[in-house]
């Protein structure tokens, strides 16, 4: 069994958090005084991510480390946006508002395409161990 990239889950959890700053920053909401309120976008996503990702060879260094291979996490972040849009409305016991899980999965899809792409160009030895 290969081992994760550090290095990747880092990037990855970064990316997701900017993207998550951004989002609000968008709506006119930014500062240190809405963490509370962007973790409830954050976390979900970062729970779909890393529950989809790994099915999709996302840490694999073998995969991630081919520019070809950067469909791979379009497609994770097509389907864990709208199971973080699903997770986001438990936790805050309200509705899933279907726009809202696709400008998440659109938006945080560019997000994890940009990080990857630069990340697949990275020496391979920061994508191991």
Do not use: C, Y
């Not at 990037?11 to 500062?31: K, M, N, R």
């Not at 945080?108 to 994508?127: E, K, N």
């Amino acid at each position: 069994m290969q081992k994760t990239p550090i290095f990747l889950f880092a990037g990855d959890i970064l990316a997701i958090a900017v993207v998550t700053v951004i989002g609000f920053a968008t709506h006119g909401e930014a500062g240190i005084a809405l963490v509370p309120r962007m973790l409830t976008t954050f976390v979900p996503l970062i729970i779909g991510w890393f529950l989809v990702a790994p099915f999709l060879g996302l840490f694999n260094p073998e995969i991630v480390s081919k520019p070809r291979q950067l469909w791979r996490p379009v497609l994770a972040m097509i389907l864990a946006g709208p199971l973080a849009a699903l997770l986001r409305a438990l936790w805050l016991n309200t509705v899933v508002i279907p726009i809202f899980g696709l400008v998440l999965s659109g938006s945080a899809g560019l997000g994890m395409l940009a990080w990857r792409a630069i990340s697949s160009r990275l020496p391979p030895d920061r994508l191991k161990n």
